[in-house]
Structures are given as structure tokens and as C-alpha cells.
């Protein structure tokens, strides 16, 4: 069983930078693909960005490109999303999931944690 734990979230005005955090638990995570979905109000959850945990490759939504960052640190088990740029439309609740793979309906994950509410003001 693995758990997953979100902090980093809150208000932030249009233009402004969050970094969102997930930690680990229960198995060591250093080789799955970890990442981030968000889901906004009456929308449906959508992916965000994933890492690769043996190469640290990555995959981002377009909507995101050039101004979230994905990292990760294997030695604290801990995978982060840097935010920069944003705007009211990346206000969601944002999940952590391990591991992110894709399925012929898109991008799934087995794993979840509970979501930080990410909120930007205009």
C-alpha cells in the first residue's frame, strides 16, 4: 500500500508561484513514474505532469508547459511541482498519484492522495 501525502497549496494572486509538495510512504518509490492530475470544478480530472523514476524524464499537459516544473527527490521520497506563471484557470484541487501510466482512456494512476486546493485570484 502506498500513501500519499500533498502540502504546498493555498491563494495566490494571478502572476504569482506555488510549489507544491507530496510525500511518500509506504514503499519506495525511486523507479515508478510519479506526478500530478488536478481536477477544477465541474470538470473531470485531468493530468497534469509526470516524472519518470528511473530516468527523470518528463511529460507535461500543454496548458502547463513552460511554466510548471516537475522534480523529484528519491532519497526523501518526496515529488514536487513548481508553479510559476499562474493564472485563475489552474485554480483545482490538485492530487499526487503513483504510479502515472496511460491506458487507452489517457492518463491514469493507481495511487492518490487526498489533493491541496490551489486557488488564483485576477
Known amino acids: 500500500q502506498v500513501q500519499l501525502v500533498e502540502s504546498g497549496g493555498g491563494l495566490v494572486q494571478a502572476g504569482g508561484s506555488l510549489r507544491l509538495s507530496c510525500a511518500a510512504s509506504?514503499?519506495?518509490?525511486?523507479?515508478?513514474?510519479m506526478g500530478w492530475f488536478r481536477q477544477a470544478p465541474g470538470h473531470t480530472r485531468e493530468f497534469v505532469a509526470r516524472i519518470v523514476g528511473s530516468t527523470s524524464g518528463t511529460n507535461y499537459a500543454d496548458p502547463v508547459k513552460g511554466r510548471f516544473t516537475i522534480s523529484r527527490d528519491n532519497a526523501k521520497n518526496t515529488v514536487y511541482l513548481q508553479m510559476n506563471g499562474l493564472t485563475p484557470e489552474d485554480t483545482a484541487v490538485y492530487f499526487c498519484a503513483a504510479p502515472i501510466y496511460t491506458n487507452p482512456r489517457g492518463w491514469t494512476a493507481d495511487y492518490w492522495g487526498q489533493g491541496t486546493q490551489v486557488t488564483v485570484s485576477s
Open positions: 509506504g514503499r519506495t518509490l525511486s523507479t515508478y513514474s
